[in-house]
Structure formats: C-alpha cells, structure tokens
C-alpha cells in the first residue's frame, strides 16, 4: 500500500479564533494522515486560512488595522495552535499567498474559456454574515432570517459573474448514484440529493460591494466569491493550476500525485459547497473529483449548542486546560473517539471527559502494559520469556485485529480503529485474571507456563500500542520504547504488525503512561 494519500481539512476563517470546531477537525484528520503513514502511504496532509471575504474587510475595520494584517495575525494564530498540538500537516496554505491568487485567476480564465461562467444579473436573498444567498424557498423556510446568526436575509441585486451551476444537476446526481460513498455519512448524501431534486440555481461567483478578495481577470471591480476562492485551496496548494514549466520533477509535478484527495473533512453546515458546487466546479474544469467528502456533525457542549454568550464554549484557553490537565494524548482519544463523526451532534462535557480517561486510558491502555511489565520485572528480571506456545492463539487473534483497524481507517471510522486496539488490551487483561500469573509464579514448575502467557501478553501488548500510536503519539513511543525498543524509520507495516517481533530476553520496562487524574483537577485549572 504505498499510494499517495491528501486529507484537507477546511481552510480556516481568519476572523475567528482556534475554537473545538477548528481542533476537532484537525485532530481527526491528524489521526488518519497518521494511521495512512503508519502503513506506509505517501500522505499529503493540508489545512490553512480562508482569508479573504467581506467579513474579514469588516473586522479588519472595526479594528482599525488592514485586512491583511488581521489575516496574518490570526493565521500565525491557527498555526501556532498547530504546532502546540503536534499536527503533522504537509502544508498550510493561506488564501492571500501569491501562489493561491495566481492559480485561482487562472481557473477563473478556464471557466469562461469553457462557458461554465458567465456574466448576469442576479437578485436572491442574501445571510451576510454567512455570505451565502438563499433561494425563495429556503429563504422562507428560515423565516427570511439567517439559520446562524437570526439577523434578518437580505434582498440583493448584483451584477455577477455567474457559474452555471445548473449544468450539472445530471452529472451530479450520476456520480453520486454510481458513487455511494462520495459523500458519508450515507444520511447527509441524502440531504444532498434532495437539496439537489428541488434544483440547482446558477452560483453567482463574484462580488462588487466589497474589495478584500481576488480579482476577477479582466473583469475591474469584481472580486471572486469567498467560497469559490477558498474551495480551490485543495487544488492551488497542489499545484495543478501552476503552469507546467517546471516539468517533472518541480514542485507542482510532484504534487499532482496527490489528486484527488481520498477525503475532505468538513462539518456538516459547509456540506452543500464540498458535496454540490466543489465536484461541479471540477467537472467543468476537467479534473477528477475527490473520493470522499466526510461530513462530521457537531460538538456541543453540557448538552447545549455552543454558543460566546451562554459561555459553554470550547474555546481555545479550555482547550488547554484540557491539554495541561490530562495531557495531548488524553485531549486527541477524547476528539476521535467520542467525537460527532456520525449524523448526530457529541455532547462535549468535563465529567464525560474525565470518565472516557479513566476507563479507557488510565485503566486499560495504561494499566494493561503497566501490569504486564510489572510481572515480567519480577519475575523474569525485565527480560521477556520464552513463548514454547509459539502465542497460541494470539497471532491468529492480532492479526484479525491489525486487519480490520486497516478497513476502519480506510473507511474512517476511528473509533472502530480504536476499539480494535482497546479489544485486545481487554483480551490481554481477562487473559491475566483467567490465568492468575502471580499464582503461577508461587510453584517454579509453573514456569514454562507463565513464560508463555507473559510473552503473549507482552508481544499482543506491543501491537495494540501500535494501533494506538495515530491516536496517542506521545504515550505510544514510551510503550514502543518500552516494549520492545523504537524501530528504526524504515521499519515497514508488515514487519510493526507481525506478531512475535520482540526478541526472547528482550528487556521490557515497566511504563507509567497515564497518570490517573483527580476528578475535580479541570474545575480547578485555570
Ligand atoms: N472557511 C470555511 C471553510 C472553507 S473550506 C474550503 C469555514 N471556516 S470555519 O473556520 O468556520 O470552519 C471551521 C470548521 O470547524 C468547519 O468544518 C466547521 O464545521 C467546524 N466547526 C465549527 N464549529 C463546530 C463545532 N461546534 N463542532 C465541530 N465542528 C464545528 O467554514
């Protein structure tokens, strides 16, 4: 499995600060980026800052500042959050680099060299605060009132550049018939799907009343629609609209391998731009769509939507109450494993939080190998015994284990991925309170038998911790130190899966992984 792999995250709003919403994706598309090249896949990793837009222009004023300089702040911001939480993106692309600007014209030259945009006049209700234009329908629907922010739609009139959206509904609604998992959940591909029978309206593309944006070629005073500038993020940071004169070799060449992207992750209010307009937009630009588009559902938080004024917002500052109080680790199982990877929203709260650690962390991944360590310490002296069992069942067992972690992170599902690792440390722990090693130990003529049952419980150990190292990168290296030894770099899947890779006298350390944490210890973080 050595094909080239891209996970996008959406490209963030400058205009906000890093919040749970921004983590959350990012952690999860961290953990699969991760898992990809733990199996040996050349993964492409992206995120970035959507900075362009009037709302940016209209925070940058209130300030008093540029909106330049309100993007580089708070795209420094996003990165440095980044690099606190250990992401392993290949790139950030931010929408006012010149190497974004220059690809976006010139897929804006390809689209009216085509036809697929046009000049027109349009009028439609218009949430300016989610810069999005509603139909006559939808806009009743929502009582002519934004779904978001409830101030009232707007009537606008624009001369526009328009792309012919409409065009495509066919091909559209082809390629998710012959595609069943282009958009997952199956449930939002459906809401797609029935979003699109009641039609697609032409998109209008540009915009005269603001200026922070990229300008239309040869088209003075409009400016590229947000969402369409931001959407070709995932093909500019690739290169494919850069003209080929740096032949093979040069950097755009070796990127275009990546297209296209196994997944886009974004959250389900932005479906409609990933699942509908983005595969058009591509079409007509004669590029292959992406394989998936994954739509995660919501965080809320003690039950209630988020929002600044009720407070319960997962902000930044708690975030890393979070981080300090259980560590990265901790912070990262929480996302993935309990996160709204479904259609329906994950209630983010401190006990549940603290529950999910114990049981999961401090008891099973940190306990297991704790104990298992802690037996052949004493009575082997640290050095791994002999298996005269060959693992009995147990290769048979991890295998089954590392096979299907594969298909859950293929298709994924991280908890499934994780459960396959949990489901082991559990087999690994009823097998210690079946076999009762610390009775054998009493009567040496036990022996051969406790040496098998340690070894299996350590070689099984060391697969798990492998498992688990997309998801607890910090915590994994200790076990895989512990157990074992690190492996080398170039160390491949097949050999990290095998069963039995820990040498006979091998030393084996006793690991404290997760420390337990006192329950009221986040209440009194500050
Ligand atoms: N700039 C656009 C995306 C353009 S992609 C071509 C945008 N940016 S955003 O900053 O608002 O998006 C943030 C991401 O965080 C979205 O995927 C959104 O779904 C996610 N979340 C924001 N709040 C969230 C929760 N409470 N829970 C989980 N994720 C949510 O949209």
């Avoid at 697609?200 to 593309?205: E, N």
């Avoid at 908890?415 to 559990?426: I, K, N, Q, V």
């Avoid at 910090?474 to 899947?493: S, T, Y």
């Amino acid at each position: 499995m050595t094909s080239p792999a891209f996970i996008t995250t959406p490209i963030y709003y400058v205009n906000d600060r890093p919040h749970i919403g921004h983590a959350y994706t990012s952690t999860i598309c961290d953990v699969w980026a991760r898992a990809s090249r733990l199996v040996g896949r050349d993964v492409f990793f992206l995120t970035g800052t959507d900075e362009h837009g009037s709302k940016v222009e209209k925070s940058a004023t209130a300030r008093g500042i540029l909106p330049q300089a309100l993007a580089d702040e708070n795209a420094a911001e996003f990165q440095r959050v980044l690099a606190t939480f250990g992401l392993t993106n290949d790139d950030f692309i931010r929408t006012t680099q010149s190497r974004h600007i220059d690809q976006v014209q010139e897929f804006l030259r390809r689209l009216m060299a085509t036809g697929d945009v046009y000049l027109g006049t349009f009028e439609g209700w218009y949430d300016e605060g989610q810069e999005e234009y509603h139909t006559e329908n939808k806009a009743r629907e929502l009582n002519y009132q934004s779904a978001i922010s409830g101030k009232a739609l707007i009537r606008a009139t624009e001369q526009n550049y328009y792309f012919r959206l409409s065009a495509f509904a066919d091909r559209l609604a082809k390629h998710f018939a012959d595609h069943p998992t282009f958009v997952r959940p199956t449930e939002r591909a459906n809401e797609m799907l029935g979003r699109m029978r009641e039609g697609l309206q032409d998109v209008p593309i540009t915009r005269t009343n603001f200026s922070w944006g990229i300008a239309m070629p040869d088209a003075p005073g409009h400016v590229v629609y947000v969402w369409i500038d931001a959407l070709l993020n995932y093909i500019t940071a690739l290169g494919l609209g850069m003209p080929q004169a740096g032949g093979l070799g040069s950097p755009q060449a070796k990127r275009a391998k990546y297209w296209p992207a196994d997944y886009h992750v974004v959250g389900k209010e932005i479906l409609w731009f990933h699942a509908v307009i983005w595969p058009a937009l591509l079409m007509a630009l004669k590029l292959p769509l992406p394989k998936c588009v994954y739509a995660h559902s919501f965080w809320i938080a003690d039950g209630k939507k988020m929002s600044k004024t009720l407070g319960n917002f997962v902000d930044l500052p708690t975030i890393e109450r979070y981080t300090a109080t259980y560590g990265l680790d901790a912070w990262r199982w929480y996302m993935s494993t309990q996160g709204p990877l479904g259609t329906t929203d994950a209630d983010f709260n401190g006990k549940h939080f603290h529950e999910t650690y114990t049981n999961d962390l401090v008891n099973t991944v940190g306990n297991c190998p704790s104990r298992v360590g802690a037996m052949i310490g004493k009575y082997f002296g640290g050095k791994l015994p002999a298996d005269a069992q060959a693992g009995g069942e147990w290769p048979s067992r991890c295998d089954a284990a590392t096979a299907k972690w594969e298909q859950c992170m293929e298709v994924f599902d991280l908890s499934g991925a994780a459960r396959c690792a949990m489901d082991l440390l559990r087999q690994v722990d009823v097998m210690i309170n079946d076999t009762e090693p610390f009775k054998l130990a009493k009567d040496p003529a036990n022996t051969p038998r406790l040496s098998s049952i340690l070894n299996q419980c350590a070689q099984t150990v060391r697969i798990a911790g492998v498992m688990l190292e997309p998801f607890l990168p910090q915590r994994m290296e200790e076990l895989a130190k512990a157990f074992g030894g690190m492996p080398g770099k170039d160390i491949n899947w097949s050999a990290r899966k095998k069963y039995g890779a820990i040498s006979d006298g091998h030393a084996i350390e006793k690991v404290a992984l997760f420390p337990r944490v006192d329950a009221t210890a986040i209440s009194q973080a500050v």
